[in-house]
């Protein structure tokens, strides 16, 4: 059994792959709006050119659906583009980082005025991303366009993933186990998510605390001999070039021929 650290990532991977591109769910007729829970959040902005800028360090398996900004009373209307760009960090430190690629990109905007009479209001403070599963850190980079604008005095930026729930058929008066960890697991098939509609009754279980599964055994390693031990491949290589380099020295040397 696997430690928590990853946030239930090698299990839970399927599910949030399933669930990333929800935008409501029926039930019973009625939409419910799906909701969300704050990854990361920051007020640290740094001002290059006509750009605010603000970083994130997101850990791996940490699934990102939205982005949502705050911003302060002033200016009151605006209309600002979003880009998002994201690079994975390596395993050994969280400083270094591969070059960054656009993820996502958007607008934001808050509009209160009137038009002939008619009162406007209209506010765009979210941009979606698409949902992507690294397995390693990343560094996020939000970079707000301010044109030749006063820069937009930000309160705050969150990094929002979708909650998600584990759904599954239950029976009174039992007790369930969950393991995660085996990274070889492929997502399960069952029924239940083709026929699955949320219940307003739906039972609400609570994790008890994490604990070692006992009966744990690795799985075998099944990979070729070359690839578990890869240095035993340089190791013939040194060899077979060794022995090739003294048939060609034996080749090479000059013979003596006898007097006749």
Not at 99 to 128: F, M, Q
Request: proline residues 8%.
């Amino acid at each position: 059994m696997q430690s928590l650290g990853d946030t239930f990532g090698q299990v839970f991977r399927a599910i949030w792959a399933n669930t990333a591109s929800v935008s409501s769910i029926s039930d019973g007729g009625e939409m419910m709006q799906p909701r969300y829970m704050t990854v990361a959040e920051s007020s640290q902005i740094t001002q290059k050119d006509h750009s605010s800028v603000l970083e994130f360090t997101i850990q791996a398996h940490v699934p990102v659906d939205r982005l949502v900004f705050t911003p302060g009373s002033e200016p009151v209307n605006f209309s600002r583009s979003v880009r998002i760009s994201v690079a994975q960090l390596s395993q050994s430190t969280t400083k270094n980082a591969d070059e960054p690629e656009l993820t996502s990109s958007g607008n934001l905007l808050r509009v209160h005025s009137a038009l002939n009479g008619h009162k406007i209001d209209e506010e765009r403070l979210a941009v979606d991303v698409p949902w992507r599963d690294a397995d390693t850190p990343s560094k996020w980079t939000i970079t707000v366009d301010n044109g030749d604008d006063a820069p937009l005095q930000l309160r705050s930026v969150q990094l929002q993933m979708l909650e998600r729930t584990f759904c599954f058929e239950s029976a009174s008066n039992t007790s369930y186990t969950l393991f995660y960890g085996d990274p070889a697991l492929l997502s399960p098939r069952y029924d239940y998510a083709a026929l699955f509609a949320p219940r307003p009754d739906a039972a609400q279980l609570t994790v008890g605390p994490e604990q070692p599964n006992p009966a744990f055994q690795p799985r075998p390693d099944n990979r070729p001999l070359t690839e578990r031990h890869p240095a035993l491949l340089w190791i013939a290589l040194v060899v077979v070039i060794a022995l090739l380099g003294a048939i060609a020295l034996r080749s090479a040397r000059p013979t003596t021929q006898a007097p006749h």
